[in-house]
């Protein structure tokens, strides 16, 4: 059983690829230098020619808040090319098990907490990060419409907001926990007496540390179809992954501040924007079907940091 993991280098596609390998099993990668997902051509000679038993499509062009306000045409452009590109040469290879790694986003921004899988195409989605949503649900989409005609079974799943080794802490580009691990690390190394912290403290996030994301993953690859098509719909065929609890930024940075020993002032820029309300994930389907998360938010965060730590003494 070879596997190709498209996005091994990023968070999730590299915590998947270590549970593949534990595992013992036949693994297949490349770098964006060695191909570019985005390029129709390269995507289709590669998987020709390696003919891999099973797809994880991990890959995407990710962001926070600022990096989606920016970037709005590179968000929706190159997902849309990855997802098209990979899920249609795939089949073209005669790949008939995929899994698509998705995201919260794609829910309507007022949608009714917790999210269902039944809320997706019921209202408008959150500004900010609209683009990068409109590219996810369409790569939902192109998995059921292959399963549809083509008698596939490519499968989706929908990650909460993911942390944990691997993340991104770029100050520009990064989400809104390794943002904050940044932050509050190097105000406490310079002894700064405050951190400013976007928006008004009160939106409520749920997180998921990614070793447990890449164990969801695997888990709904592995069912058999019976089970995987009992749960789920033709067209409503993604699959939420989730801790089922959720924490205010307040609560969020405040918990930072004590894993990276901050102990001056938060203060919240309500001049900034906020986002979606509340993005609570409903679990119940992957409950159901036999799994839930493990990793506490502190614990997690406190491993996260710690690994953090490692790269900035790299640096």
């Keep these: 059983m070879k596997t190709y993991v498209a996005g091994h ?12 390998e534990a595992r013992g099993l036949e693994t297949l990668t490349r770098t964006h230098a060695e ?20 797809v994880i499509l991990a890959a995407a062009r990710v962001g926070g808040i600022m990096a989606n306000n920016t970037y ?24 008939r098990k995929l899994l698509f790694l998705g995201s919260s986003c794609i829910y309507p921004r007022l949608a009714e907490q917790p999210m269902r899988e039944d809320a997706l195409l019921t209202g408008p989605l959150e ?19 292959y399963n549809r005609q083509h008698g596939t079974d490519y499968r989706s799943v929908m990650p909460t907001n993911l942390y944990g080794p691997g993340d991104n ?14 932050r509050f690390h190097e105000a406490a190394r310079d002894g700064s007496e405050e951190v400013v912290v976007w928006g008004s403290g009160t939106p409520m996030r749920e997180f998921l540390h990614v070793d447990d994301m890449a164990e969801a993953s695997l888990f709904v690859m592995d069912l058999d179809r019976e089970t995987y ?3 789920t719909e033709p067209m409503q065929s993604h699959i939420n992954v ?34 979606t309300p509340r993005k609570l994930m409903d679990v119940s389907r992957l409950a159901r079907l036999g799994w839930r998360a493990r990793t506490g938010l502190e614990e997690g965060i406190r491993e996260t940091y710690a690994w953090y730590l490692t790269q900035a003494d790299r640096g």
Aim: hydrophobic share 40%.
């Design 229 to 231: 098509l009992r749960e």
């Design 127 to 145: 500004p900010t990060n609209e683009p990068y949503a409109i590219a996810k649900i369409a790569g939902i989409k192109l998995c059921e419409s």
């Design 72 to 95: 709005p045409a590179d968000f929706i452009y190159d997902n849309l090319m990855i997802e098209a590109n990979v899920i249609h040469q795939a089949f073209q290879a005669g790949v």
């Design 242 to 275: 989730g801790s089922g609890t959720d924490v205010t930024i307040r609560d969020l940075a405040e918990t930072v501040a004590r894993v990276t020993g901050f102990r001056g002032r938060i203060r919240f820029d309500t001049s900034k924007p906020d986002g």
């Design 9 to 20: 280098r990023g968070m999730v596609g590299g915590a998947i690829l270590r549970k593949l």
């Design 169 to 182: 802490f770029h100050p520009e580009t990064s989400h809104v926990l390794p943002a904050l691990i940044r």
């Design 35 to 54: 191909l570019d997902l985005t390029d129709q051509a390269a995507v289709r000679d590669f998987l020709q020619a390696e003919k891999p038993d099973q």
